[in-house]
């Protein structure tokens, strides 16, 4: 079987994660995130963004922490600005308006808000007939694997505080931004409200770890009447100890990244051309199908994107921790095999 | 540091679970729950309930499970029949009511509902200006450790047929009540509309595999919706399949409440009375607050209950596939010293 | 046709009410409550209730502002506390679950909540495994005709000062209760923190006063999320001018309340007894079924409440506005001689 | 005062409809809607839509039917296909998000939905990772007052069934839409799924009458769980009666487009031009800044719609059943005035 670039969640826990789960097993301990494991994992996030009087909690998925945070944010008639591109947006099969909250979506091409768009929506909605647009949501990495620098992550902070707007970044794919990008943790505590530190997709088995920048005493119940509230909660401390304590997080993104890149250049060079210039672990280069169909003849794995004209597919090519090199070199390899075959069927 | 009997989710999973987590771990599938390993395991599921038809899904928890049964399962005005202990009653924070429906509640003093009961809740409730009373929730063990006979349940299940109720099963602690009663899987199929097989209680990190007798083809959107898909899914086809394929569930049981009932038999010999007759991996023992306290400042840990007098408290006592034998001998021998020496201050 | 004692909203409004529909139709007027009837109908409940700083806004039904009051004062996880028999427990087909809030109903025989009730379901919710009971529900009158003292609503008031719980006064009949007690206007802002002044049960086509005792500025976006604004909405304004500028709402409500006592009254003296001791205009005797059966059959329309024993039926008689004292007079003629005949039957 | 263009609205109720509620007004009747009026009015729907099996309701107002027919027809996962402008998008404050279900919005310039753009939307919504649209909502007239012909609607309709789409049109201004175009009751019984015919808009005090072309026999549950049944629902009966029984809805939206073409003709000929073209009682004349200042000097009421320059405002002219003929002659008089006092300031 070839190697499938489909996801960065195709395998199971970095075996230091899975290698602190065994180690920890027996330990017994009070259930729901309360325990010793958890505590601890919410000093070290408190520690690594320098937010000693940050409020942490650690929840299993993404779509669970989204739909949490933004209802425990928002007042009932209060809505999400996001890009059109936004995973709450898109694929969360309507989790945000499950909650009653309505979705404010604004095409951004390169799947990144700015203080202009957020602005467009919000003096859109004026008066007691429509929504209250108040709390902006941002991916960071976004969507399509750009990265916000700090500076115009610090120019969205500033529009949302001038508009007393909730700026909430989810970092589902947090360690690969930080790696490719300038900003860093303690930037984030101080240029948003509240952001993620996604787990699943940075070799853990499963979870997110959230930060507010402000205390929330009742999160919570908040998380708890959604259904988002681990019984072994400490299998979450664990696994984000061992994530955080010794510079896993960054280790890994930086293996992904360096991947990434080493795939985009290879690619650009047999002369394809990319949707979005991406500096992450998500790469989308646009494909003749002819060759697009060889390489999942071959058995590579991944995902159709969208389809720029009829002959043509941007596809979706994915690393992660687990990638190997050799899967990279391999693919880079049939594909200049497939580009030539194709060009000579032509 | 004494034994904890506080809970049956104290402890990470069962070796076999463990070994499972790890011997997976690197394979390649893809996500949320459509990989060989669910596939596999919801086989399994089926085989073992001698139910080729029925439609198989897992997710990670308790609460999470309950609230998308039951929302995929009732119109919006429709209502739940549930026992005042009823898990989706009490403790579940507004789980069931943040989805829209009421839950009616009727008092049940030892857990469990009867036809008599059901009826009761569904006659006071007639035409639009109330809710409509159409989903039955029952759990097994239930929450104050009894268990359903087969009789009963099919008593149950004549009444839900007749009256067109949908009855649903929690068995958060499935495994306990299988071992402790006559009830078998294919007896649930036939018997429930749906019902769970715990895995967070029975030696799995966590997971919940649901059974719905007959094919509910959208019920994916409506995991999705609430944020109850797991990237990972496969970590809990691996689970199930570990639990499932050579008898770990009932075995894992087995052990619990053969421990469960040596309490039992060594609380009663010292002449202490229990809150409910439990035959499960819970037990209920009122003991003198003296005592109570003398075993808490052991090290011991387990709930507090309630408070049938002011001398006096019901405390609970877990066990699981995790507690040792040991710690079962040397809490009946710690509590016949705290007696003496209870008995001798007063 | 006999007179149907089924309800209070049997006939359309108050001569006086429809004359001043008639007489303001042409005026043009801004929509959804902005306009100058509105604001006078306001300024007007402000007065009468000597609350300078009140919030006032009208609403049509009563289903429909409980609901709205309820979401706009809860976070989604806390819950109300309501009597049993309250009207959001049983009559509104789970309205207020809808929109995510449990209703933690305490039995009350006589339909009065009080402290000691309130306090039994406070202490029963602990922690975040349950909702938290943030908004107390009364109804006055209530369900059953029973009306608070200002002593009994001062403890209640008390009790929630105490325990930061928000009182919330259902006045469906308030003007029938405040014809048949000792409350007033100011002493309903006093003791409780948002109270209802129905217009559809004293004479109005429909309609709810409501008044918060302290502003909440973002009500309307509440209002108009559960599409509870009414387009033309100085309707609303202009019949609480009519109902409250020059005492119809009193003079209403006595009137109701006295026909009702003279049914009470004239009933007690044929020897049958009554459910409940109701000094408000629904009153519940106790017939046997020959008896009540008769009188339908003679055209006389009224709800039958319960079955007490086999042989007898708890029946509800509603007086208004617009019930002529012959009706009553017949009522209480045909009665006699149903139950001379039924006697005689025996 | 000079007459205000802002709404359709504005005044009351036809003399008419008035004289129906007083001649009724002590009649007594069961409420909710059960009475003899509202089964008359229902039954006069459908004997003028043809449509002996439909199920016909009543409810108070537009955003509370909306709501309340979406949630009873979707799915939990379910969505909205709506026009960019549509009222359940924009004006509802989020209403039907409220009931957990997205509004997916795609860009109309004229208001119009047409298959191509529902198509576009359901193309892109694939699987279970996103909603599932389902719900095709239209209006007629639309928002921006243009209208749909026989055959626009036709193939809507074919669209629909070809992708098992429920096809709902709100038909809020139903009245001036069936006067400016081609389509007829029966028509919309046969093209549509449900539709309204309001009457807020024309000449009730207030009310929709909503039909379903097949029979709903849950609907009244839906409609008390949101607070949308009337205590005294004979009203609603009542003035569809009147409504309905000798042609006054379309005698009545006649004028009000007759009223409104003899605008659009006279501001066209002072040369000014139109944001959109439209034959129905709401005209969006382009007026430049000064000469609308100058209006609303005079004391002329509308609404600014929007600016499509620094120079020049859309604005919204609604005519309805109460507009004198007068008033739209003495408005012309005036902007031809302030049109040569403007240019003269130029």
């Known amino acids: 079987m ?28 009070d ?21 000693p009087e940050a409020d ?3 929840l299993v998925g993404g ?38 909250h309505k979705v404010c ?35 960071n990495t976004t969507e399509v694997g750009t990265v916000y620098s700090r500076e115009e992550l610090a120019a969205l902070h500033g529009c949302c505080r001038e508009r007393d707007l909730f700026l909430y970044l989810d970092g589902a794919r947090l360690g690969s931004s930080l790696a490719a990008g300038d900003l860093t943790l303690p930037d984030l505590v101080r240029l948003t409200d ?3 530190i996604g787990g699943t997709k940075n070799g853990l088995l499963f979870g997110e770890a959230l930060l507010f920048a402000q205390a929330r005493p009742d999160f919570r119940w908040y998380m708890k009447r959604r259904g988002a509230m681990l019984a072994k909660g400490r299998l979450l401390g664990v696994q984000f100890q061992a994530l955080l304590e010794d510079g896993l997080l960054l280790e890994t993104a930086r293996h992904a990244n360096a991947l990434a890149l080493r795939l985009r250049d290879g690619i650009a060079a047999l002369g394809y051309p990319f949707w979005v210039d991406s500096p992450s672990n998500q790469q989308f280069p646009i494909l003749p199908n002819d060759v697009m169909e060889s390489l999942l003849a071959m058995g590579y794995r991944f995902e159709a994107q969208h389809s720029p004209d009829q002959g043509h597919t941007c596809v979706r090519l994915v690393t992660s921790w687990a990638t190997p ?10 594909l200049s095999l497939s580009s030539g075959a194709g060009k000579e069927t032509l």
């Not at 799947?111 to 108040?134: D, N």
């Not at 090199?325 to 049939?334: G, I, P, R, S, T």
């Open 2 to 29: 070839m190697y499938s670039f489909r996801n960065d969640y195709s395998e199971g826990a970095h075996p230091r994660v899975l290698q602190a789960l065994t180690d920890t097993n027996l330990e017994q301990t």
């Open 31 to 51: 259930g729901y995130g309360t325990d010793p494991r958890c505590l601890a994992a919410a000093d070290l996030v408190r520690q690594l963004c320098q937010a």
């Open 56 to 58: 942490v909690h650690f």
């Open 63 to 100: 779509t669970q922490t989204n739909l949490v945070v933004i209802e425990s944010v928002l007042k009932p008639f209060e809505a999400v600005i996001a890009a059109g591109t936004g995973h709450v947006n898109v694929h969360e099969t309507g989790a945000i308006e499950a909650t009653g």
């Open 105 to 139: 979506a604004v095409p951004a091409p390169d799947g990144k808000l700015t203080p202009a768009l957020i602005e467009s929506v919000a003096l859109g909605h004026t008066g007691e007939h429509m929504v209250f647009p108040r709390l902006v949501y941002i991916s």
């Open 194 to 196: 509240a952001f993620t």
């Open 325 to 334: 090199e050799q899967a990279v070199e391999d693919f880079l390899w049939d």
